[in-house]
């Protein structure tokens, strides 16, 4: 029997849909632009989507990995950072199901990451490590003992809201001075602006930094700076194998690494100092991989 999945990986601007057989590689794919703001329509039009995608192949189950937060059991979106957000309490996993006819699993997007890093990616062989995903925002997944780790809420995993300075400015959690204030796209941004007086996207920040412009070196080193004070208290509480770093801030890693290296090390303890800062290789693949082996996974756990 052929193990085709179908993998989802709803994000804030795109939303990508592929078949993907249980090696992680992907067969078939296509994308459409994410409308989650739109509320349930737009989630009913990606099972759709994906039904038809599905049509041609013997698929046994869907994942899917989304932004914003999601119960992993109860498959509906929680309120998370933005309570009255359209896709608060919408059944994902139900809406998945009734368009696919299939049985479907569904988690938060950077969560089903760490997962796709520990089966394809760079913590293969690894059980215990923490992916972050270092994007507009910065998201993380946690495995312990070779699985996800979902908390008592479904919420683990938030290492963006590590509070790295208790004066720093207020967070939408309600929190001072968190992880994702500091090492973001939209803190690079943000702490750019204000440095420089004007407006500036952080591909620009990062751009004018390596080409050793002062004043965007000086925001990338805090910005990295916050990244390993924020790894080291992770490793010492979870004293993983490995940290693994991804998202699209990932290509300006030599720019962060001295600084954040020498961060980490000042913030953790002894024996945590040598946990390797690993790079990940899946770019943009690894939400629908991870959405779909995490979807096989647990339908052989239900059958077993
Ligand atoms: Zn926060």
Not at 126 to 151: M, R
Not at 214 to 239: P, Q, S
Not at 258 to 278: G, H, K, Q, W, Y
Request: with cysteine.
């Amino acid at each position: 029997m052929s193990d085709y999945l179908l993998g989802i990986d709803i994000g804030a601007t795109n939303t990508r849909i592929a078949i993907v057989d249980h090696t992680g590689s992907i067969i078939a794919s296509e994308r459409m632009p994410s409308q989650m703001s739109a509320g349930a329509p737009f989630f009913q039009e990606v099972g759709a989507k994906a039904r038809s995608l599905g049509e041609a192949y013997q698929v046994q189950a869907v994942g899917a990995g989304s932004a914003g937060q999601l119960h992993h059991k109860t498959g509906v979106y929680l309120p998370g950072l933005y309570p009255t957000a359209p896709w608060v309490d919408v059944p994902l996993k139900e809406i998945l199901e009734t368009q696919t006819g299939l049985p479907s699993f569904v988690d938060n997007d950077c969560k089903i990451h760490a997962y796709a890093e520990m089966k394809v990616g760079a913590a293969q062989g690894l059980t215990d490590f923490i992916s972050l995903t270092l994007g507009t925002g910065l998201g993380g997944g946690i495995i312990a003992n070779g699985q996800l780790v979902h908390g008592a809420k479904g919420i683990a995993g938030h290492v963006g809201h590590i509070s790295i300075e208790p004066d720093g400015p207020l967070c939408p959690c309600g929190n001072r001075g968190c992880l994702e204030l500091y090492a973001s796209g939209t803190a690079v941004a943000k702490m750019g602006s204000a440095a420089y007086g004007e407006e500036i996207s952080s591909p620009e920040v990062f751009r004018k930094a390596a080409s050793g412009d002062a004043t965007a070196c000086t925001v990338i080193e805090k910005m990295a700076a916050a990244l390993g004070r924020g790894l080291g208290a992770m490793a010492n509480i979870f004293d993983p194998q490995a940290f693994v770093l991804g998202g699209s801030i990932l290509e300006w890693y030599p720019l962060l690494e001295e600084t954040l290296l020498s961060s980490f090390r000042s913030s953790a303890m002894n024996e945590l100092r040598d946990v390797p800062i690993l790079q990940s290789p899946l770019e943009g693949r690894g939400g629908v991989i991870g959405a779909a082996l995490y979807a096989l996974d647990e339908l052989r756990k239900q059958r077993s």
